[in-house]
């Protein structure tokens, strides 16, 4: 008998709407969900939502609610059940009882697509600490000899290890991952000194907004691009020359909304580029409905990593694919999200002060890619001339000028 490949697994996705969100949103956030669920390699088939003021302690969603999902589980050959938010051990052991099919949370679900994505031993290496650290106290009830052999979403555990039997083992494998990592950032923190006297521009954004798209135009390079949820994991640096002015460009990992703490952490060390950067450069897929919240995201990851401090410039891309809906002038329903027109948005953007420029653009159409180069000529510049004001990149050094020669 000739072995088919094998079918696409078959998923269903939970959420919550919590107060002060509406269904509209909600639903926004389980598309992510979904598109996340694609890009692990399953077949989202139904969304289950519940309006709840807190998550249920036992079972996530209300008992009630995990009946009509169970049942809808059974009839549906359901091979796994994705909830968009992380479950403690005992809600997921809970939920896998009356379910009885396979629970995998946003988290593990994020960390699964890393560890696909993941292609170097510096990405891995990080991405396996991160899986350590959210399985170590979720060791019993999941993980069981017998998934993990059949593989599948979320059961792509870090290596072949007995984890199941020994949390000691853990522990000492986190220890020898953080020792690991230490010694990759102390090699790369030296490359990062060698690289001369150069300033540093980092492309930071929500993920699939185009950074790696950006970063190809701008340098020239063949950085992967794709239409998938982290595409990117290892950071890229590329020397980048302006007319005369040359400087460090980098593309790295996207954010996502409640990216799992641990892998913040220790994705740090992929993230100092970002951190030591001179200048950053956030891109927004303006396109996108929830283009706003992304930026909020973005916002408070970069605090997070405390790198929220650096000049900074926003890229809108995507122009080509924005759309809204207009309105009649005596329409007098309220003005929604959708509702504003590119140029409305533009006012705005410019209007409003925060403490940036902004810049709008299609990476695919290349439509204003002008102007996003010369924005980062001039501020990089600014730059370079206040940090090394005696290098001679530029025509004319600012010696000669000052001295009026
Ligand atoms: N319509 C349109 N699509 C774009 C534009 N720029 C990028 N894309 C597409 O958006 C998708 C994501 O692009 P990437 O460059 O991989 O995005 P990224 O931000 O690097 O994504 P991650 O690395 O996954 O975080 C790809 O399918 C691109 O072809 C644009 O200006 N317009
Ligand atoms: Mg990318």
């Given amino acids: 008998m000739i072995e088919t490949r094998k079918a696409l697994e078959r998923a269903i996705l939970v959420g919550i709407i919590y107060p002060g969100q509406d269904e509209h949103e909600v639903e926004d956030f389980l598309e992510e969900l979904s598109f996340l669920t694609e890009t692990a390699g399953a077949k989202p088939l139904k969304r289950f939502v519940q309006k709840l003021d807190a998550p249920n302690p036992r079972t996530f969603v209300g008992s009630g609610k995990i ?3 169970s049942k809808y589980v059974k009839e549906n050959k359901v091979d796994i059940a994705i909830f968009d938010d992380e479950l403690s051990p005992s809600q997921l052991r809970n939920i896998e009882d009356s379910l009885g099919c396979r629970i995998v949370d946003r988290t593990n679900l994020i960390l699964d697509i890393f560890a696909r994505r993941a292609r170097t031993s510096h990405a891995r290496t990080q991405v396996e600490l ?3 650290q959210y399985l170590l106290p979720r060791l019993t009830g999941m993980w069981t000899h017998l ?5 599948g979403i979320g059961l792509r555990g870090p290596g072949e290890t007995e984890i199941e039997t020994d949390r000691r083992i853990i522990r000492d ?10 010694k990759i950032d102390t090699q790369m923190a030296t490359q990062r000194k060698n690289r001369g006297k150069m300033v540093r521009v980092a492309l930071v954004g929500y993920t699939n907004v185009g950074k790696s798209t950006i970063m190809n135009l701008l340098s020239k390079s063949d950085v992967f691009a794709e239409n998938k949820l982290f595409a990117t994991l290892d950071t890229t640096v590329r020397k980048v020359v302006i007319e005369n002015l040359p400087f460090l460009l980098s593309d790295t990992v996207g954010f996502i909304r409640k990216l799992p703490h641990d892998l913040i952490e220790s994705f740090k060390s992929t993230l100092d580029e970002v951190r030591e950067s001179d ?6 897929d ?3 409905p929830t283009f706003e919240e992304q930026i909020n995201v973005v916002d408070e990851t970069l605090r997070e990593l405390e790198s929220n401090v650096h000049p900074l410039i926003i890229v809108f891309n995507k122009i080509d694919k924005f759309s809204f809906v207009a309105k009649d002038k005596d329409d007098l329903t309220p003005v929604l999200n959708e509702n504003y027109s590119l140029s409305d948005l533009k006012k705005s953007w410019m209007a409003s002060d925060r403490n940036h420029r902004t810049v709008f653009i299609s990476a695919k159409t290349k439509d204003n890619l002008e102007e996003l180069r010369n924005m980062l000529y001039e501020e990089v510049k600014k730059i370079h ?12 050094s600012p010696l000669t000028t000052r001295n009026g020669i």
Avoid: C
């Fill in 147 to 151: 998934e993990r052999q059949r593989g």
């Fill in 67 to 69: 009946d009509e999902i």
């Fill in 286 to 288: 303006i396109s996108h």
């Fill in 173 to 182: 494998k986190i220890a020898l991952l953080k020792a690991q990592l230490k």
């Fill in 385 to 396: 001339i206040t940090k090394y004001p005696y290098n001679d990149f530029l025509y004319e």
């Fill in 279 to 284: 200048l950053l450069v956030h891109i927004v």
């Fill in 130 to 132: 991160a899986q350590y």
